[in-house]
């Protein structure tokens, strides 16, 4: 007996040391999609009595708390294992006691006997210095005084909306924009700011133009940025998330404080809103910017991530991975990212980058979360992908997959290529530089992308069908922040040209953007033909590329000009922003023209609009070129230099167009 006892204690110490050495046995799941879901709030909860932590980490054999002083540096003064909720739904939980506000903390994932790096979690609402761990805060504390009060500014309709971009650093960061707050959030809402000759810069200029919502390029808290060091030369867009729910701190007066970039985002969107402009953010939902290491594979590794056969990282977004919205985790993770914009910073709409990478389920859903909060939030995207998805093609928000959208519209790269030529190549100078091929795709982009009789879907330069419900799911553009300004484009796409003619074209394409049915968006700078020096992608490039220098506004004050009168006669005239795919089919009607024209006519007080019958002419060849006009008289209220409501003067029988120029006329 006693030899056998012996032996069975000794198979014990065995069996213990080698679990202890194993570790505890972590979960397996067959597959992503067999993980359990947790239904519920995943946010970080504080109040002055205790301070609940979650993460969901479905494969964590533990998960540990650690408290710090400070934001950077240092070792954890506190560390506490937090509980797993059940084994049914991933959940680790830890309420801890007592006021907790403003310590800093991470949480540190076990699987088996492997650490992971600290995270400050995936749903941080405050971050220290370069976003490595989170803080406990008190978010009503970071609202600017009149924050309560703050109201989104009127939008009757999607159709109305007029979409500007801008890169917050860009905007202020030269001399020449006057701001106290050089490349700042509250640079961007400062008014009063004068460029060297004295002309309105900044929020001023915004204004004056006309616009009805800023887009923010990236300005949520991103890593390629180091917040610790802005006093040395750095600058990127931002599309390398690192913390989806807290403002970029570079952008802060100062990022060392969590309260400071959080206020001051609210603050730069409420001065928007008292100046009747939205606020779009630009969100990055489709990647991360590390991949291995990002707080998604550090709370739950591989999950928020599709993969090929082979196990590895695939990567449609080109930036290393692509995460998937289609995983019931991931897609509740984005839905309640932009809830959270929405609710907490008071946004008025989001353009996802790279949207084809994300499933049309997920978009839909997103849609109805965002309508329920405010019906005119919007929301847009680029409807296509970088490279392969594993993810099938009936399932991607591509853009011709936008009718199966709901309330959510893609940007019209048909429009943008056909008017003034490729983005690939330099060489191609699109409809407006002789590309006359391309007048079918000219045509489709005036609908807005829709179904109409009039145009051969087989001669559109990339769709072969319509690919909107209604105008306001296309977004009409033909420059933003990716590739060649327009102006730059325009330059090296036509080398013989004049400056006078480049100018010339330039106002062409600009008319054709904001009279087009649809929703138009302008790339901040291009009404004072902003430059690059041709640079095609300056996303990390110097602020000497990237900025906006204010003395082309008065060096350019007639476009300026142009521009704002395209702008006000838009907003004037509803015929340009027609409601409904029928609205347009029985109201706007191409006539025959020359192939280098494309000429149609709004009729029946389209839309409510108090002009009986308008004509738009745009006349892309390099000759004057005569156009007939219906019986009646006509008043000429744009001529391709100004736009003059009340008319420029009076046309009958037929128009005679100068080269590169666009004219638009009323029926009397």
């Known amino acids: 007996m006693k030899g056998n006892l012996y032996f069975s204690n000794l198979l014990l110490i065995i069996m213990t040391g080698l679990l202890i050495s194993c570790g505890p046995a972590v979960p397996k799941f067959d597959s992503y999609l067999d993980y359990p879901e947790y239904h519920g709030d995943l946010w970080p909860e504080f109040s002055p009595e205790k301070s609940t932590f979650k993460v969901w980490s479905p494969t964590a054999t533990a998960v540990d708390l650690h408290f710090y002083e400070k934001g950077e540096g240092g070792s954890p003064v506190e560390t506490i294992s937090m509980l797993k909720s059940n084994e049914k739904d991933g959940l680790w939980k830890l309420v801890v006691n007592g006021n907790q506000e403003g310590r800093f903390y991470t949480y540190q994932v076990h699987i088996g006997k492997e650490m992971l790096e600290e995270t400050p979690g995936i749903y941080a609402q405050a971050v220290g210095v370069n976003g490595k761990r989170a803080q406990v805060i008190d978010l009503t504390k970071t609202d600017p005084e009149g924050w309560e009060a703050d109201k989104r500014p009127l939008l009757a309709r999607p159709n109305d909306i007029i979409l500007y971009e801008l890169h917050v650093r860009d905007v202020t960061i030269s001399e020449t924009s006057g701001s106290q707050y050089p490349g700042k ?7 009063g700011t004068k460029s060297p000759e004295g002309l309105a810069t900044g929020i001023d200029h915004i204004k004056e133009m006309g616009v009805t919502h800023v887009h923010l390029l990236p300005a949520f808290d991103y890593r390629s940025v180091d917040e610790s060091k802005l006093d040395e030369p750095q600058f990127n867009w931002g599309y390398d998330p690192q913390n989806y729910n807290v403002p970029e701190g570079s ?30 953010l630009d969100v990055v939902y489709n990647h991360t910017g590390f991949t291995e290491d990002a707080n998604f594979n550090l709370e739950s590794p591989g999950y928020y991530y599709r993969h090929n056969e082979d196990g590895t990282f695939s990567d449609a977004s080109a930036c290393g991975n692509e995460t998937a919205s289609e995983h019931p985790m991931m897609r509740k993770y984005i839905i309640e990212s932009c809830k959270y914009w929405a609710k907490e910073y008071h946004l008025d709409g989001f353009r996802f980058d790279l949207m084809a990478i994300h499933d049309i389920e997920t978009m839909n859903q997103l849609s109805a979360a965002l ?3 405010d019906p005119s939030i919007y929301v847009y995207g680029e409807g296509w992908n970088a490279a392969a998805s594993p993810l099938p093609a009936d399932e ?11 309330d959510v519209a893609a940007f019209s790269d048909d429009m943008r290529d056909a008017v003034k030529g490729s983005v690939f190549y330099d060489e191609e100078s699109g409809y407006i530089g002789g590309q006359f091929d391309l007048k079918e795709s000219i045509k489709f982009g005036i609908v807005g992308a829709i179904q109409h009789d009039q145009i051969n879907y087989n001669k559109i330069n990339y769709s072969k069908a319509p690919w909107a419900n209604k105008p306001s799911q296309c977004v009409n553009y033909v420059s933003c922040h990716d590739n060649q300004t327009l102006y730059d484009k325009l330059k090296i796409a036509n080398p013989k040209a004049s400056e006078a003619t480049i100018q010339k074209l330039d106002r062409l394409a600009a008319t054709m953007i904001l009279t087009s049915q649809g929703v138009p968006f302008l790339h901040a700078g291009s009404e004072m033909l902003r430059t690059k020096g041709g640079e095609h992608n300056s996303y990390n490039k110097p602020d000497a590329i990237n900025q906006i220098d204010w003395n082309w506004k008065s060096q350019h004050q007639d476009i300026v000009s142009y521009y704002k009168g395209l702008i006000q006669l838009r907003k004037n005239h509803p015929a340009f922003r027609m409601l409904t795919a029928e609205m347009i089919q029985n109201n706007l009607e191409f006539m025959d023209t020359p192939e280098a024209v494309v000429a149609y006519k709004i009729s029946n007080y389209a839309n409510l609009d108090e002009w009986q019958e308008i004509i738009v002419i745009f006349n892309a060849d390099a000759g004057q070129q005569t156009i007939k006009l219906p019986r009646g008289y006509w008043s000429l209220v744009g001529d391709g230099k100004q736009i003059k409501e009340r008319g420029i003067k009076r046309e009958v029988r037929e128009v005679k167009v100068p080269a590169h120029t666009a004219y638009i006329l009323r029926a009397e």
Not at 257 to 276: L, N, S, W
Request: glycine content about 6%; cysteine-free.
């Open 185 to 191: 959030f509250l640079g961007l809402v400062e008014k």
């Open 251 to 280: 952008y802060a007066t100062d990022p060392y404080e969590p309260a400071v970039r959080i206020r001051e985002f609210k603050e730069m969107v409420k001065g928007f809103h008292e100046q009747g402009i939205r606020v779009v």
């Open 371 to 373: 309508k329920e909060i």
């Open 396 to 406: 991607q928000a591509l853009k011709i997959n936008t009718t199966q959208l709901t």
